[in-house]
């Protein structure tokens, strides 16, 4: 099993997912540097859709992500649409 971020992320998308992974599995399509750099409550706007992903193959299923996120955007595979989970496997090319 595996951990999925959902849609939830976006317009949060604070990164806080990333900080504590162990594995540094989690990752977006915006370099995390450039995203930093925009407030948090302008991210929406300036990257409308964007959020962040989990590789599964990397993910030791550990909880730490969903335990941080304020928005309960990340959840068990086996409790996520089959949308997200595919969604979080395109992002790493699967
Ligand atoms: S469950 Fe653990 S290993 Fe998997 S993405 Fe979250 S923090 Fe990383
Ligand atoms: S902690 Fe939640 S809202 Fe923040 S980037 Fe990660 S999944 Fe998105």
Same mark, same amino acid.
Do not use: H, W, Y
């Given at each position: 099993?595996?951990?999925?971020?959902?849609?939830?992320?976006?317009?949060?998308? !604070?990164? $806080?997912?990333?900080d504590? *992974?162990?594995?540094? *599995?989690?990752?977006?399509?915006?370099? %995390?540097d450039?995203?930093?750099?925009?407030? %948090?409550?302008e991210?929406? %706007?300036?990257?409308?859709?964007?959020?962040m992903?989990i590789?599964?193959?990397?993910?030791?299923? *550990?909880?730490?992500? $969903?335990?941080e996120?304020?928005v309960?955007?990340?959840?068990?595979?086996?409790q996520a649409?089959?949308? !997200?989970?595919?969604r979080?496997?395109?992002?790493?090319?699967r």
């Amino acid at each position: 099993m595996a951990f999925v971020i959902t849609s939830k992320c976006v317009a949060t998308c !604070d990164t $806080a997912c990333i900080d504590v *992974c162990p594995v540094d *599995c989690i990752a977006g399509p915006i370099p %995390l540097d450039g995203l930093r750099a925009v407030p %948090l409550g302008e991210r929406g %706007l300036r990257f409308p859709g964007l959020q962040m992903f989990i590789d599964a193959d990397e993910c030791t299923d *550990c909880g730490a992500c $969903a335990a941080e996120c304020p928005v309960d955007a990340i959840v068990p595979d086996n409790q996520a649409s089959a949308a !997200d989970v595919v969604r979080n496997a395109a992002f790493f090319g699967r």
